[in-house]
């Protein structure tokens, strides 16, 4: 298994609906997780944290499922100005200062 | 603030030239780390700093050197490009670790020839 591996998309989501995705990794280890929003061609923005417990932010909610390892990102009532690819990012080998590890990211379009 | 500021946006290289990416932030950070972004592959982390004077090689540190001399600046040197550097390479910045949130640098789009 990869180190961290997203479904590429695209997903096409007309606006207004919900629309959720995973990220899988493979170090067990892994301790500090985050999604990371990127528009096209430009540089990777910090959209939220996951927690443990889970978090929401506005319309947007992160889950972590330790056991399966996969974090996943939930988008409710969903925007034209979501569209963007979102990146997974993972701590790296061993839970040491390695750095993040980022999956390729998911393409979202959201369709008016 | 600026923030995390690259130079240049964009650049030309043949093959076997050197040439250094700017990386300058003014936020105090800590950390700071430089990845490239090639199609199909995402992101890779080719080196990484802790704290002035400390540098680290991340995924893909071949062909590439870093130093720390300021907190504020990590510059990333290309000693002899190959075409397969062609790539987008970005600098991020965090005030502690990577396990805090990274603040990216808008990019320098390089192509080797």
């Known amino acids: 298994r990869k180190e961290v591996e997203q479904d590429p998309g695209p997903f096409n989501v007309p606006e207004g609906a919900t629309v959720a995705f995973n990220c899988t990794y493979s170090?067990?280890?892994?301790?500090?997780f985050f999604w990371y929003r990127q528009d096209c061609r430009k540089e990777p923005k910090l959209l939220m944290s996951?927690?443990?417990s889970g978090n929401e932010d506005g319309r947007f909610t992160a889950q972590l499922n330790r056991a399966s390892q996969y974090i996943s990102l939930l988008i409710r009532d969903s925007k034209l100005s979501d569209s963007a690819t979102y990146l997974c990012?993972?701590?790296?080998?061993?839970?040491?200062?390695?750095?993040?590890?980022f999956g390729k990211g998911t393409h979202l379009i959201i369709q008016p | 603030n600026a923030g995390v500021t690259q130079t240049p946006k964009f650049q030309v290289l043949k093959t076997g030239q050197s040439m250094t990416l700017q990386c300058a932030q003014d936020?105090?950070?800590?950390?700071m780390s430089w990845y490239r972004q090639d199609p199909g592959m995402g992101l890779r982390l080719i080196h990484y700093?802790?704290?002035?004077?400390?540098?680290d090689q991340g995924e893909v540190p071949n062909g590439y050197n870093v130093s720390r001399s300021t907190t504020e600046d990590f510059p990333l040197r290309l000693l002899s490009a190959a075409p397969s550097q062609t790539s987008v390479y970005f600098c991020a910045s965090s005030y502690r670790g990577y396990n805090e949130k990274l603040f990216f640098g808008s990019g320098t789009q390089l192509s080797v020839l």
């Open positions: 170090n067990s280890a892994s301790q500090s």
């Open positions: 996951v927690y443990s």
């Open positions: 700093s802790v704290g002035a004077g400390i540098t």
């Open positions: 990012a993972v701590n790296g080998k061993g839970g040491g200062a390695d750095g993040l590890t």
């Open positions: 936020m105090n950070h800590e950390y």
